[in-house]
C-alpha cells in the first residue's frame, strides 16, 4: 500500500509542477495557489492513520494508547498544543521524538532504529506517515505552545541561541535567511522569524508535502536540511537543539492558525 500511495503522489506531483515550469516568466503567487489545490499529503495522512491504529513491534500493540499531552489516544488538538514537556519523561517534546517514545514504550520498537535511521526510510519513514496524520487533525485550530514550565523556558532559549548561532563553512545561521522580510529563494518565500508572524508562517506551515521531489517532510527533516545547507554538522534526529528551534518558532508563532500539512515547492 505504501509504495502505491508514493507512486500517486509522485504522479500528482508531476502534474503539479509540470505547468509552471513551461511558462517563460514564473508567476509565484499564482504557483503557490496552484500548489495549495489539493495536497498530496493526504496520502501520507491516510497511512499514518492506519500506521496508528495497526498492531505493529515486538508488543503487537498499536498506538491508540499514545498519549501526546492531552490524553491517552487524544489526536484532535494535539500537534498545535507541542513542543510541550511531558512529566512522563520529564523532557520537552516535539511530535516526532513523542511519537518515537510512545513506538517504544508501547510497541516496543527501539528508539535507536529510529534515531539512526534514514528520512523517509524504515520506521523513521513511519514516523513520518504518523506525524501526516497527527497534523491534520490540529489543521485549522490555533497555535497553543506552553512555555510556562521552566525547561520550555530552557529550550526556548536554547532556540533562540541556536538561530542566531553562525557556524558551517558559510558562516550561516538559521537568521541568516529568516531574519529580514520579503526574501525568497527561487519559488519559496523565506518567513521573517524574527517576527511572530513570520514565525507563525515557518511553523505552521511545515510539515508539508514537497512537489520538486514528490516527498513528505516533517519539521525535524526539514531542520536537518536547514543544517546541512549551511554546511555544517548534521543534527541528530530528534535532539535537542532540533526540538528547541521547533519550541523557539512555536512558541514565538503562539496564537496563529495551523495550517498543517503544507504543500511546498
Excluded at 80 to 101: I, N, Y
Aim: charged content about 25%; glycine content about 8%.
Amino acid at each position: 500500500m505504501k509504495k502505491q500511495l508514493k507512486a500517486i503522489a509522485l504522479g500528482v506531483g508531476v502534474a503539479l509542477a509540470a505547468p509552471v515550469f513551461a511558462q517563460e516568466e514564473l508567476n509565484f503567487d499564482a504557483y503557490r495557489e496552484m500548489l495549495a489545490d489539493g495536497n498530496p499529503a493526504e496520502l501520507y495522512e491516510m497511512e499514518g492513520e492506519e500506521l496508528w491504529r495497526t498492531a505493529r513491534g515486538p508488543k503487537n500493540a498499536t498506538l491508540e494508547q499514545c498519549d501526546l499531552g492531552l490524553g491517552a489516544g487524544v489526536v484532535a488538538g494535539a500537534a498545535a498544543q507541542l513542543p510541550r514537556f511531558f512529566k512522563d519523561t520529564g523532557k520537552v517534546q516535539d511530535l516526532e521524538s513523542r511519537l518515537m517514545h510512545c513506538m517504544e514504550t508501547l510497541q516496543g520498537i527501539p528508539s535507536e532504529e529510529i534515531v539512526k535511521g534514514r528520512f523517509l526510510q524504515g520506521e523513521r519513514g513511519k514516523v513520518a506517515a504518523l506525524v501526516a496524520y497527527v497534523v491534520t487533525q490540529s489543521k485549522g485550530e490555533k497555535i497553543a505552545v506552553d512555555l510556562s514550565h521552566p525547561k520550555m523556558k530552557e529550550m526556548y532559549e536554547l532556540g533562540e541561541k541556536a538561530f542566531y548561532y553562525r557556524t558551517g563553512a558559510m558562516d550561516f545561521s538559521c537568521a541568516s535567511c529568516h531574519s529580514q522580510d520579503d526574501k525568497r529563494i527561487r519559488a519559496t518565500q523565506l518567513p521573517n522569524i524574527t517576527k511572530p508572524e513570520g514565525a507563525a508562517a515557518g511553523w505552521s506551515s511545515w510539515p508539508a508535502y514537497r512537489v520538486s521531489n514528490s516527498q513528505f517532510w516533517t519539521m525535524q527533516h526539514r531542520l536537518w536540511d536547514c543544517f546541512r545547507q549551511q554546511r555544517t554538522a548534521e543534527p541528530i534526529f530528534a535532539s535537542d537543539v532540533t526540538i528547541a528551534l521547533s519550541v523557539f518558532m512555536a512558541g514565538k508563532g503562539n496564537g496563529a492558525q495551523a495550517q498543517w500539512p503544507g504543500v511546498k515547492r
